[in-house]
Nanobody
């Protein structure tokens, strides 16, 4: 299993970013996918999740209405569209899948929101 995130960077408050997570090594379309984030000195936090076929999504309250998770099963990729970014969204964002009793993580992509 390999998960490779991309799309992070430095953005001003109110800006947008789109994160991508390219998956390989497993049958992507069969598994729910999740985005987490971890800020310095804080616990890892579940941000958004999406079902295997994309018909169900869920978000932490702090990002509802601003972030959108989606997936393209033909491309084995899950996305996180982040709008109206705020300094408190600064964190390393990680892609995750729970498969056959094990957790798999990407290396993460840094998102920094600052003026």
């Amino acid at each position: 299993v390999e998960l490779v995130e991309s799309g992070g960077g430095l953005v001003q408050p109110g800006g947008s970013l789109r994160l991508s997570c390219a998956a390989s090594g497993f049958t992507f379309r069969r598994y729910a996918m999740t985005w987490y984030r971890q800020a310095p000195g804080k616990e890892r936090e579940l941000v958004a999740s999406i079902s295997s076929i994309g018909d169900n999504t869920d978000y932490v309250d702090s990002v509802k209405g601003r972030f959108t998770i989606s997936r393209d099963n033909a491309k084995n990729t899950v996305y996180l569209q982040m709008n109206s970014l705020q300094p408190e969204d600064t964190a390393v964002y990680l892609c995750h899948v729970y498969r056959n009793g094990a957790d798999y993580w990407g290396q993460g992509t840094q998102v920094t929101v600052s003026s």
